[in-house]
C-alpha cells in the first residue's frame, strides 16, 4: 500500500475502487472513503486527529497528479481517482441500484442546493436525492442530523469545500445506520453545475489541472501554492529522511555520537566514548512493580521484544522500584504471568539471571552512588542545598510571573569551600545534573531523526534524592550503559528528557544507545488514554475475555506499519515481518471496536474444544460439563465478540426467557393457525429417535415434512424458533433443538401452545 507524507493510499483503479464501494453498499455497516489530495494531505501534518481519520478510511484513493509523483520518487506506482469522476460513477450506480443518495453542501458555496439537486435529477432523472445546505463546522446541526436521518440514505457525500470535511463524516457516521458509503468530495458538484470548469483533457494528462484552476480562480494562489509546490518540498524532505533512517537501521555498526554545541562548552565526548561499533543488539523492558499492567506499556514491551528478535538480539527484564511508596507487593510475579500470557519471554532478568544483574535497581543502590561521587568529580553534577520550602517559594514566584517552572541554580555556583561547611552542618542536599545555560543541542531519534534542543530551556534537574535513592533520569541511564542496551524503546512522552539523557552519557563519556520513542496512543476523540473512559491495564481486558493473540495483533499496530492491507497478523507473523524501518511517529488511535472485531476473529478461529475449554470459567455457577457446553459455545461462537459474551448469548438455554405470546405470531397468520403448526411440529419431532436428534438430521427431516405439506417455511420455523429460544433474535431452530435435546425441546413447544 503507498504511503504519502504518513498518509496510507489504496492503489486502486476506478473500476476496482467501484467494485469496492458495490461491496460496502451490500454489507451492513459504515464505511468511510476518503479522496486526499495534495492539499488534504498537508493539512493532516499539523492536524493528528485528521491524520488518523485519513488512515482509519476503509477506502483511500488518490486525487491529485502530485500525488503520482511523490508515488514515482518513493519507486512506488499510484492510481489516480479524481473526486469529480469517481461521484459520477457513483451517482450512475446509485441510479442503477436506486440507492437513496444525500449531499451536505457548503451554504456560501458556489452552487446552491436548488441548483445541484435540479442538474443531478435532470442527469439522473430516477436518481433518489436530497441536497441539504450546511455551515463549514466539524460537527452538524441536530436539525441537519434529523434531516439525514429522516431521508435514510445509503450514500452520503460531504461537498463543504474545505480539506478536514472528512471529520465531520467521521463524527458522525455512527449516528446514520442506513449510510453504507460517505465520501468527502469538495467541489466536485461545482464542476456538475457547471459553475467551475473542468480542466482541459491535455492540461489532466500532462498533470497541470493547479494551472488551469488558477487561470481559472486567480484567488486560490494561496491553495494551489502548498499543493505542488509547498508538497513536493515535503515529500522530497520526507523521502530524504526515510532514506537517512534506512541506512541507520540497516548499518547496525554505525557509530552514531550525538552531538552538543554550546557557546560555552566543547564536544569532546568522541574522545572519551567507548567503541560500541561491533555491539551486540540488547533491549530492555524496565516497569515500574506499581500494579497493573498498562496497554501503553505493553505496547512499549512488545516493540521493545519484537526489534529484538528481529535484529537476533536479546530482550532483557529490568525492574525499577527505586520509588518504594508506590511499589504493590507480588506485582513483579504479576508481572511475569500477564507477559508470559500473552507470549513475551525475556533472556535475561529477575529469576532468570544473566551476565549484567542485579535486574532490581533497589539492589544496585551503591553503584548509583559511586557513579554520582564520580560525576560530581567530573563537575557534570552539583549539590543542591535548597529545601523544600524555599522551593515552593520560588515555584509559586515563577508561577505568578507566567514563567516556567524550573531550578534557578541558586547552589550551582558554591564553592568547594561552602559546600564542605554545610556538609559538616548536615545540611540535606539533592545532587542536580550540571546542565549547559546556552547553545543549542542535538539528538537523534530513529523514528523522527535529528531534533534540536535549546540548552536555555533545560532544567538542571535531580539525579539523586536526599535519601540517595537514585531518580529514574540517573538509574536509568547508567543501568542501560553497564548492561550494554543497544535500542532504548520508550514513549514519545520522554522526548522533553531525550537531550538531558543524552548529555549525561556524554558527561560519563559514554557511547548513547539509539533511541525509539514510541507514537504517543490516543482515543478515539483525540484525548489521552485514562483510566476514566475505560480499561487501560491489560489485566482487565484478559478478564473481560480478550484473547492475547487480539491484543498482540492489536498493540502491534499501534505505531507499526505491516506491508500490504493485511491487519490481521499472527504473532508468528509479526515476528517475521517486523522491522523498525516499518515503524511511524505519528499518533497511534487506541480503537476498541477494532480490538474487539480482531478478538471476534480469533474467537472464531478456534476449535469448538478449545474455544469451550476458554468459555468453561463462565458457568461456573452452572455445574456443566465441558463437553455438554461445547454445544451451547457452538451456537454463540460465530456472534462472541468477547469470551465473556458467551453468557448471555448462551442464557436462553439454561432458562427459557418468559416471552409474551405475540412474539410467536409469524406475519398475517392468526394464534389459533400458530398453535396448529407448532402443535403438528411437535408431533412430529416426536418420532424422531434420540440418536438421530441431529441439527443437520432435524433440519432435512422437517424442512422435506413442511415442503410435502405444501407449506412456508416461515410459518412453521418462526413460532418454533421462539419457542425454543423465547428471543426475537436468535440461532436458527436446528440448531438450538440439537443443542437442547429432545426432552427440552418437546417442553419448551409445550409452554408455548399453553400461552
Not at 28 to 48: F, M, R, S
Not at 352 to 360: A, E, L, M
Amino acid at each position: 500500500m503507498p504511503e504519502i507524507l504518513g498518509i496510507k493510499l489504496s492503489n486502486l483503479k476506478s473500476e476496482e475502487a467501484l467494485k469496492k464501494i458495490i461491496a460496502f453498499l451490500e454489507s451492513g455497516e459504515n464505511h468511510l472513503v476518503v479522496t486526499p489530495n495534495p492539499e488534504i494531505i498537508l493539512t493532516a501534518q499539523v492536524d493528528p486527529e485528521f491524520f488518523n481519520i485519513l488512515n482509519e478510511a476503509d477506502l483511500s484513493l488518490a486525487d491529485g497528479f502530485g500525488l503520482k509523483i511523490a508515488a514515482l520518487l518513493n519507486g512506488q506506482r499510484l492510481a489516480r481517482v479524481t473526486g469529480s469522476d469517481l461521484t459520477l460513477k457513483i451517482l450512475e450506480l446509485a441510479q442503477k441500484r436506486r440507492e437513496r443518495v444525500l449531499i451536505l453542501n457548503w451554504e456560501h458555496g458556489l452552487s446552491n442546493n436548488l441548483e445541484i439537486q435540479n442538474i443531478l435529477l435532470e442527469k439522473y432523472p430516477s436518481l433518489r436525492v436530497l441536497v441539504l445546505d450546511c455551515p463549514r463546522s466539524d460537527s452538524l446541526s441536530l436539525e441537519i442530523n434529523t434531516k439525514i436521518k429522516d431521508f435514510n440514505p445509503s450514500i452520503l457525500f460531504s461537498a463543504l469545500g474545505f480539506p478536514e470535511q472528512e471529520k465531520v463524516i467521521y463524527h458522525h457516521l455512527s449516528d446514520w445506520p442506513s449510510v453504507r458509503v460517505a465520501l468527502g468530495v469538495g467541489g466536485s458538484f461545482d464542476f456538475l453545475t457547471g459553475k467551475t470548469k473542468r480542466a482541459p483533457l491535455t492540461f489532466r494528462r500532462l498533470g497541470l489541472e493547479w494551472l488551469w484552476r488558477l487561470m481559472q480562480q486567480p484567488a486560490r494562489l494561496k491553495r494551489i501554492y502548498r499543493a505542488t509546490f509547498v508538497f513536493m518540498f515535503k515529500v522530497i524532505k520526507d523521502l530524504k529522511q526515510k532514506k537517512l533512517i534506512k541506512q541507520l537501521t540497516e548499518n547496525k555498526n554505525m557509530n552514531k555520537e550525538i552531538p552538543l554545541t554550546t557557546t560555552d562548552s566543547k564536544n569532546d565526548s568522541k574522545n572519551d566514548s567507548k567503541n560500541k561499533t561491533n555491539q551486540a543488539v540488547r533491549l530492555r523492558f524496565a516497569p515500574s512493580p506499581t500494579g497493573f499492567l498498562h496497554i501503553g506499556n505493553l505496547r512499549t514491551a512488545l516493540f521493545g521484544y519484537l526489534i529484538a528478535n528481529s535484529l537476533k538480539g536479546k530482550f532483557i527484564l529490568r525492574i525499577e522500584d527505586t520509588d518504594q511508596k508506590r511499589e504493590v507487593p507480588g506485582a513483579l510475579k504479576k508481572l511475569r504471568e500477564i507477559l508470559t500470557w500473552v507470549g513475551i519471554n525475556f533472556d535475561e532478568g529477575p529469576e532468570i539471571g544473566g551476565d549484567y544483574g542485579p535486574y532490581i535497581q533497589s539492589e544496585r543502590v551503591d553503584i548509583y552512588q559511586t557513579l554520582s561521587t564520580e560525576l560530581l568529580a567530573k563537575d557534570g553534577a552539583y549539590r543542591c542545598f535548597c529545601s523544600e520550602e524555599r522551593l515552593e517559594k520560588m515555584r509559586a514566584e515563577q508561577e505568578a510571573k507566567k514563567l516556567p517552572p524550573r531550578y534557578d541554580r541558586l547552589c550551582r555556583n558554591l564553592s568547594p569551600e561552602e559546600v564542605e561547611k554545610k556538609l559538616a552542618k548536615g545540611e540535606k542536599f539533592v545532587i542536580r545534573q550540571k546542565l549547559p545555560l546556552s547553545g543549542e543541542i542535538k539528538v537523534y531519534d530513529e523514528l523522527r531523526g535529528e531534533i534540536k534542543f535549546k540548552a536555555e530551556d533545560l532544567d538542571d534537574h535531580v539525579l539523586i534524592k536526599s535519601n540517595g535513592i537514585p531518580t529514574y533520569q540517573f538509574a536509568n541511564i547508567v543501568d542501560d550503559h553497564l548492561m550494554e542496551i543497544s535500542h532504548v524503546t520508550r514513549g514519545d512522552e520522554w522526548l522533553a528528557s531525550f537531550p538531558k539523557n543524552i548529555l549525561l552519557y556524554q558527561a560519563f563519556g559514554w557511547m548513547p544507545p539509539k533511541f525509539i520513542h514510541l507514537p504517543l496512543i490516543l482515543n478515539k476523540t483525540g484525548g489521552k488514554l485514562s483510566k476514566r473512559q475505560g480499561d487501560v491495564f491489560v489485566e482487565q481486558f484478559k478478564e473481560a475475555g480478550y484473547l492475547p493473540e487480539a491484543i498482540i495483533n492489536f498493540c502491534s499496530l499501534l505505531g507499526w506499519h505491516p506491508s500490504g492491507d493485511k491487519e490481521i497478523l499472527s504473532f508468528s507473523e509479526i515476528k517475521k515481518e517486523f522491522s523498525i524501518a516499518q515503524m511511524g511517529a505519528s499518533p497511534a488511535i487506541f480503537d476498541l471496536e477494532k480490538l474487539d472485531f480482531l478478538n471476534g476473529y480469533y474467537i472464531r478461529q478456534k476449535s469448538l474444544s478449545d474455544l469451550t475449554a476458554l468459555c468453561l470459567p463462565y458457568f461456573k455457577d452452572k455445574k456443566i460439563k465441558q463437553d455438554e457446553l461445547e454445544k451451547y459455545v457452538a451456537l454463540a461462537q460465530e456472534r462472541m465478540k468477547k469470551l465473556t459474551d458467551v453468557v448471555e448469548l448462551t442464557e436462553f438455554l439454561f432458562t427459557l426467557p418468559n416471552y409474551d405470546a405475540k412474539l410467536l405470531i409469524w406475519k398475517e397468520l392468526d394464534r389459533k393457525t400458530i398453535k396448529k403448526n407448532l402443535a403438528d411440529l411437535q408431533a412430529e419431532l416426536e418420532k424422531i429417535e434420540d440418536h438421530s436428534w441431529t441439527k443437520n438430521y432435524l433440519e432435512e427431516k422437517i424442512i422435506n415434512w413442511i415442503k410435502a405439506k405444501e407449506g412456508k417455511n416461515g410459518d412453521y420455523l418462526w413460532p418454533l424458533r421462539v419457542a425454543l429460544s423465547g428471543l426475537k433474535n436468535s440461532p436458527s431452530p436446528f440448531e438450538i433443538a440439537a443443542a437442547l435435546g429432545k426432552k427440552e425441546s418437546l417442553t419448551r413447544i409445550s409452554i408455548a401452545l399453553k400461552k
